[in-house]
């Protein structure tokens, strides 16, 4: 074989490498992703003895996490100069989420924010902090099953700035597993993207009873 034909085949043959998994700072908007504690203890929780899964916890919504977001996909695991965040600093988000999962979610989501640990996990608080949780569902105490599009509705009706197209559900089985919320970079409620519109095609979820 020729080395002008040799050379083209080559090249298509060598490994490309992974493209890179976002810019620190480079992005659109957030989505903060609020779990029902009870049907992630159900899911995960209980198999891993979590102490949130305890009978009397009270939990109802509790962040999953605030996620950098583009108009199409999102930025996962960027590179950053910035340090992760203390022991002390993920144990004093810990009346919002799981100590672990705040490293987690910093490590996989907030270094692509552009900002500090310790400001990604203030913007974290602060994007949680202004978002109601529905009446009906705090503290609920039996289980109940609902169409999901009436969990959305809830949350619109108690923070009117959200818009239909900015609220989402997520479940897993026949379980509610989240609501999402897309908030520009100011942390002001505005529609979501198509890949963030909601994926439970189920007619009705269920909510179980807060623990």
């Given at each position: 074989?020729?080395?002008?034909?040799?050379?083209?085949?080559?090249?298509?043959?060598?490994?490309?490498?992974?493209?890179?998994?976002?810019?620190?700072?480079?992005?659109?908007?957030?989505?903060?992703?609020?779990?029902?504690?009870?049907?992630?203890?159900?899911?995960?929780g209980d198999e891993q003895?979590?102490?949130?899964?305890?009978?009397?916890?009270?939990?109802?919504?509790?962040?999953?996490?605030?996620?950098?977001?583009?108009?199409?996909?999102?930025?996962?695991?960027?590179?950053?100069?910035?340090?992760?965040?203390?022991?002390?600093?993920?144990?004093?988000?810990?009346?919002?989420?799981?100590?672990?999962?705040?490293?987690?979610?910093?490590?996989?989501?907030?270094?692509?924010?552009?900002?500090?640990?310790?400001?990604?996990?203030?913007?974290?608080?602060?994007?949680?902090?202004?978002?109601?949780?529905?009446?009906?569902?705090?503290?609920?105490?039996?289980?109940?099953t609902l169409p999901p599009?009436?969990?959305?509705?809830?949350?619109?009706?108690?923070?009117?700035?959200l818009t239909p197209a900015?609220?989402?559900?997520?479940?897993?089985?026949?379980?509610?597993?989240?609501?999402?919320?897309?908030?520009?970079?100011?942390?002001?409620?505005?529609?979501?993207?198509?890949?963030?519109?909601?994926?439970?095609?189920?007619?009705?979820?269920?909510?179980?009873?807060?623990?």
């Amino acid at each position: 074989m020729k080395a002008a034909f040799l050379i083209p085949l080559l090249l298509a043959l060598w490994p490309v490498p992974a493209p890179a998994d976002g810019v620190a700072g480079d992005f659109d908007y957030y989505v903060l992703a609020l779990s029902w504690q009870p049907g992630w203890c159900r899911a995960t929780g209980d198999e891993q003895g979590a102490r949130e899964c305890d009978k009397g916890s009270g939990l109802d919504f509790t962040v999953h996490g605030l996620w950098p977001q583009y108009e199409r996909g999102w930025p996962e695991y960027c590179d950053t100069p910035e340090r992760d965040p203390s022991r002390r600093e993920v144990q004093a988000i810990g009346d919002l989420m799981a100590p672990g999962l705040a490293l987690y979610q910093w490590r996989k989501h907030g270094r692509c924010s552009g900002l500090s640990a310790a400001e990604y996990l203030s913007t974290l608080r602060q994007a949680a902090e202004s978002v109601e949780i529905p009446r009906p569902f705090d503290g609920l105490p039996r289980d109940i099953t609902l169409p999901p599009v009436v969990v959305e509705e809830a949350f619109i009706e108690a923070n009117p700035d959200l818009t239909p197209a900015g609220v989402t559900v997520t479940c897993k089985a026949e379980a509610l597993q989240e609501v999402r919320i897309c908030l520009t970079r100011d942390l002001t409620p505005r529609d979501c993207a198509p890949d963030v519109r909601r994926n439970c095609s189920r007619a009705r979820v269920l909510m179980e009873r807060v623990r």
